[in-house]
């Protein structure tokens, strides 16, 4: 029975059969035409037993179950180091190690924090090991104390002692180490100013137009150039040429709701030769008597002035062949029956050159009004006689004030 192990034998020893089957027969490589004739030869197979096949030329052995085919020849006949590996060799005792300079070269690889290295683990005996590109942080690198680092026209990373106290990090071109220095060598867009934003982004604002003022907008708001007001501002709204094709000198609807309002504007000559005249209102309030007035005419050097009177506008300021007009009306507290109430109260002057002809008219819009601001002014008349569209030259102004 193979696998009975070895036996010493001695001088006279007697070979009996079952040892000689046992330590001799049965632990040879029996040879065998064919796998059919070493069955045949061998019916009771145990398990470590050799037998080779002539026709397939093939060692086999049983494991207790089961004839099991060998491979006689080694197919290894070196073992060459690869990319990034030193050693190998084509006979005896063949060694691989790392071998950094023998790794293809990565200049011009773009990485990604998923690419991989090698390194040796300090605190597991300089094991190797592997780890993503994304893993290196940058508190892991040293340099020379207070330096900060930039990559020089070769792509090379260099160090740059940090500046003296209040000094800037200034460029020199695209082909020149940055330097430090003063505020001053800072440069920037055309005429602007800098200001860290709410992000602490140095951020460039234009300077403004003539006359304006740097604004603040609040403590995260961009601060932006205005014009100069002594608690408010008044800004132009409106202003127009004036035609043949209506008697609406102006009309501005839908405002923001500003305290006061003021205009200048000509009262053209009427296209049927008859006297000029214009009507003013306000946030569209035009029914009953509501704008009390009071009206101071001067013709020549005769004054005459009227009594109150009430109407559903400013004034029929009839008077003269053409005529020129300015006006001012502010929004304010009624202070009266109501916290919650206001009035438009404001004059309007006119003038008619020709007739040496003037007009003044004080006015108040008496009845209640709930919101406040004014959000509406126009001026109607007669449709003009010769119209000014296109050339230019402009038949009236309106602005608004907004109070800060």
């Not at 006279?12 to 040892?19: E, K, L, P, T």
């Not at 005996?125 to 508190?139: D, E, F, L, R, Y």
């Not at 330097?179 to 860290?196: A, E, P, Q």
């Amino acid at each position: 029975m193979a696998g009975t192990g070895f036996k010493v034998w001695a001088t006279g020893d007697v070979v009996s059969a079952a040892d000689f089957n046992t330590y001799v027969q049965e632990q040879i490589v029996g040879v065998f035409a064919s796998s059919t004739a070493r069955d045949a030869a061998i019916t009771s197979p145990t398990e470590g037993m050799f037998a080779y096949l002539k026709d397939s030329d093939t060692l086999t052995y049983h494991n207790g179950s089961s004839w099991i085919s060998t491979s006689l020849t080694g197919d290894i006949t070196g073992v060459a180091a690869g990319n990034g590996l030193s050693g190998g060799g084509v006979s005896g005792d063949v060694s691989l190690a790392v071998d950094v300079n023998g790794a293809t070269s990565g200049t011009g690889a773009t990485l990604t924090g998923s690419d991989q290295i090698l390194f040796g683990d300090a605190d597991d005996s300089n094991a190797v090991k592997k780890a993503t590109i994304g893993q290196i942080k940058p508190t892991l690198l040293t340099a020379g104390n207070d330096k900060l680092f930039y990559s020089g026209n070769s792509g090379t990373m260099t160090e740059l002692a940090l500046g003296a106290d209040g000094t800037v990090l200034v460029g020199n071109g695209a082909t020149a180490a940055p330097t430090f220095g003063n505020i001053t060598d800072i440069s920037g867009g055309n005429d602007k100013i800098l200001y860290t934003n709410s992000s602490g982004v140095i951020t460039e604002v234009a300077l403004g137009a003539t006359d304006t003022v740097l604004t603040s907008a609040g403590t995260t708001s961009a601060p932006t150039f205005a014009a100069a007001g002594g608690g408010g501002n008044w800004a132009q709204i409106l202003k127009g040429e004036q035609n043949t094709t209506t008697n609406v000198i102006f009309n501005a609807t839908s405002l923001s709701n500003y305290d006061a309002v003021r205009g200048w504007y000509t009262m053209p000559a009427a296209s049927d030769g008859s006297h000029t005249w214009i009507e003013l209102t306000f946030n569209g309030l035009t029914s009953g008597s509501g704008y009390n007035y009071t009206r101071l005419q001067t013709y020549g050097t005769t004054t005459n002035s009227s009594a109150y009177t009430g109407s559903n506008s400013v004034g029929s300021l009839t008077q003269g062949d053409y005529g020129y007009c300015q006006f001012f009306a502010g929004f304010l507290a009624k202070g009266y029956n109501s916290a919650s109430k206001g009035v438009i109260t404001g004059w309007a002057q006119a003038h008619w050159p020709v007739e040496n002809y003037a007009e003044y008219v004080q006015f108040t819009w008496i009845t209640d009004i709930t919101t406040w601001g004014i959000t509406a002014v126009s001026a109607n008349g007669q449709t003009p006689w010769i119209s000014n569209a296109g050339t230019g030259y402009f038949g009236y102004f309106v602005e608004a004030y907004t109070r800060t």
